[in-house]
Structure formats: C-alpha cells, structure tokens
C-alpha cells in the first residue's frame, strides 16, 4: 500500500492541508475537523448551505487556527480555554 496524498481539513468543510505527516491521535488525525462554522442559531454550517466554505484558508497553530478568505484580513482564533460552553447543532 502507498500513501499518495495526505490531507487534514482544520475547519469542516473549509479548504484542506496538505500534510507531509500527520500524528494519528484517539480522535483521529491531528488537527484534523477540530473547528466548526455555525451561524448566529447554533446551528452548524457546511458547503451543502454555504459554498464560500471550500473558499476558507484554515491553518492550525500553536494555540488554536489562522483563518483566511480572499479579499480579508486575516484571522487568528484562540483555542477555547476553560469557559462556558456554546450549544451547536449538527
């Protein structure tokens, strides 16, 4: 068997990275679909109601993820720490 690409999408269903390795973790690939878009009801967002999503840059950092969309600054997004908790549904 031969690995002939390897992707992580940071953000589900923004645009993916390509990987050289990836750490393999109990929830699967590092990095991998940790970060989620909802809109102002909670409810989550995919590229089936929002197809600018394949148009979002997503890369993860040290202390959480670098967003970036053509035409915008972009934008660094802090890891949630300890705090209260947002409902989302998917």
């Not at 992580?8 to 923004?14: C, E």
């Not at 993860?60 to 915008?72: D, H, M, Q, R």
Request: hydrophobic share 40%; net charge positive.
């Amino acid at each position: 068997m031969r690995v002939a690409s390897l992707h992580i999408y940071p953000v589900k269903s923004a645009r993916c990275v390509n990987c050289d390795r990836a750490q393999v973790t109990v929830h699967g690939l590092e990095g991998d679909r940790r970060w989620l878009v909802t809109g102002p009801d909670g409810a989550f967002l995919t590229q089936r109601n929002c197809a600018d999503l394949a148009r979002l840059k997503a890369k993860p950092t040290s202390g959480g993820v670098c967003l970036e969309f053509a035409g915008a600054d972009a934008l660094n997004v802090a890891a949630p720490r300890d705090g209260e908790r947002a409902p989302v549904a998917v």
